[in-house]
């Protein structure tokens, strides 16, 4: 064990030296790994960056742990076939639903209802098209954990009473009230004049849709103005622990309501953010699957330069190995000094390449205010696989030198 670890050190030793005698060659010479590693990780942290984006809005629009069931609701794509199926199939979704999983589900923290359409507003001359009315149960604020910034949400009264309130969207809110207090004051909603109650924190857009041209009503006015088509029971949990349970006792209580035996089909739809979260993670990284690989190419390349450099390095050295070999080392002892020379040089281009690409991805978060993660995996697999090049790439030019004839290279000078 001793003579095997004064081997290696001894190479070890060596090869760093070798590498601090030529500064500026072994600088140049990492160049290729240099960008190379710093490509890989900064495209990692990049990919990285936006899954946490995109689960970070994800969460904050719709709510932590929130599931809803709908006619037509789906966790993916629906092809053609598969959707008319499901459109002659699925049941549509009535209040007597709501209510029944709203007093059946006992593993669910809060259930409530939301219904959407579009409508085109005008009042005094300003026109607002393209608005979206949603009628919620007052509790959509909590299962959506949403913000109110002005006033007060719809409340369970307004739900009972079928009030003529509203609750606006930023956008509403600064297109008809500017800088007054919208609060008591009334907009119109389809000829009705509607009092406004509360106003929305800004939540900006979401996929390209702003998130700021909607206006909440009362579930119950909202049906007497669009009818009861597209009905949407929302349902929460107490913890990220109980969610599956609590989607599964939703679902299995509205497959009761709606008498299906065991291996029947559900006639209705289910999706939960951890499910959309779990298709932007399978985005991500299909993502990364094919950028990074890319991006790897520049390894290779540096890898090539340093077998270039590795090969001068055996012409220059040539008397040294064979007055190494004259007093007694070994084919394996050449062979192990030039491996790792070559990997330890790769590998300090792995971690120059990790400074810089930390630097990259700071000043990109600071100017663009983007949030780049570095992971643990893209650091070892930068480090690892650089190496892995410099050994690889040392390969040939250990192989040469380790079988250079003593004698033939001590006549070389």
């Known amino acids: 064990m001793r003579y095997l670890y004064s081997v290696y050190s001894d190479s070890a030793k060596i090869a760093l030296q070798s590498?601090?005698?030529?500064?500026?060659?072994?600088?140049?010479?990492?160049?290729?790994?240099?960008?190379?590693?710093?490509?890989?990780?900064?495209?990692?942290?990049?990919?990285?960056?936006?899954?946490?984006?995109?689960?970070?809005?994800?969460?904050?629009?719709?709510g932590a742990n929130h599931f809803m069931i709908a006619r037509m609701a789906s966790n993916g794509r629906m092809s053609d076939e598969e959707f008319e199926r499901r459109n002659r199939r699925n049941?549509?979704?009535?209040?007597?639903?709501?209510?029944?999983?709203?007093?059946?589900?006992?593993?669910?923290?809060?259930?409530?209802?939301?219904?959407?359409?579009?409508?085109?507003?005008?009042?005094?001359?300003?026109?607002?098209?393209?608005?979206?009315?949603?009628?919620?149960t007052a509790n959509m604020e909590t299962i959506e954990q949403k913000t109110i910034r002005e006033g007060r949400f719809i409340s369970n009264d307004d739900v009972t009473r079928s009030a003529l309130v509203c609750v606006l969207g930023h956008e509403i809110r600064e297109k008809y009230f500017g800088n007054a207090d919208p609060i008591g004051k009334t907009l119109?909603?389809?000829?009705?004049?509607?009092?406004?109650?509360?106003?929305?924190?800004?939540?900006?857009?979401?996929?390209?849709?702003?998130?700021?041209?909607h206006i909440y009503i009362p579930a119950t006015t909202?049906?007497?103005?669009?009818?009861?088509?597209?009905?949407?029971?929302?349902?929460?949990?107490?913890?990220?622990?109980?969610?599956?349970?609590?989607?599964?006792?939703?679902?299995?209580?509205?497959?009761?309501?709606?008498?299906?035996?065991?291996?029947?089909?559900?006639?209705?739809?289910?999706?939960?953010?951890?499910?959309?979260?779990?298709?932007?993670?399978q985005f991500t990284a299909s993502i990364a699957a094919v950028v990074i690989p890319i991006t790897a190419i520049t390894l290779i390349v540096g890898g090539i330069v340093v077998m270039n450099i590795m090969l001068v390095s055996v012409t220059e050295r040539t008397f040294e190995i064979g007055l190494r070999k004259a007093v007694g080392a070994t084919r394996k002892q050449i062979l192990v000094q030039f491996q790792i020379e070559s990997a330890m040089l790769c590998g300090m281009g792995g971690l120059l390449g990790l400074l810089v690409a930390?630097?990259?991805?700071?000043?990109?978060?600071?100017?663009?205010?983007?949030?780049?993660?570095?992971?643990?995996?893209?650091?070892?697999?930068?480090?690892?696989?650089?190496?892995?090049?410099?050994?690889?790439?040392?390969?040939?030019?250990?192989?040469?030198?380790?079988?250079?004839?003593?004698?033939?290279?001590?006549?070389k000078s």
């Open 19 to 62: 590498i601090l005698a030529h500064k500026l060659r072994a600088f140049l010479t990492l160049i290729g790994i240099i960008i190379g590693v710093a490509a890989v990780v900064v495209v990692g942290a990049s990919i990285s960056g936006l899954n946490t984006y995109v689960t970070e809005r994800v969460s904050k629009i719709l």
């Open 91 to 136: 049941k549509r979704l009535n209040w007597d639903d709501y209510e029944w999983v709203r007093d059946r589900c006992q593993l669910c923290s809060e259930v409530g209802v939301a219904m959407g359409a579009q409508a085109d507003l005008s009042q005094d001359g300003v026109e607002f098209p393209g608005a979206i009315i949603f009628g919620v």
């Open 188 to 213: 119109k909603v389809r000829g009705l004049p509607m009092r406004v109650v509360g106003v929305e924190e800004t939540r900006g857009s979401f996929f390209g849709d702003s998130m700021d041209r």
């Open 222 to 281: 909202h049906m007497q103005m669009f009818g009861r088509n597209n009905l949407q029971i929302h349902g929460g949990s107490s913890s990220r622990e109980a969610f599956p349970a609590a989607i599964e006792n939703a679902r299995m209580e509205l497959r009761n309501k709606h008498r299906l035996k065991g291996n029947e089909e559900d006639d209705f739809g289910v999706v939960d953010v951890e499910g959309l979260t779990n298709q932007i993670d």
């Open 358 to 411: 930390y630097g990259i991805v700071s000043v990109i978060t600071a100017l663009a205010g983007i949030t780049m993660t570095i992971t643990i995996g893209y650091i070892l697999l930068a480090v690892i696989v650089s190496t892995g090049v410099g050994m690889i790439a040392g390969i040939y030019p250990a192989f040469k030198a380790a079988r250079l004839d003593p004698i033939i290279a001590l006549t």
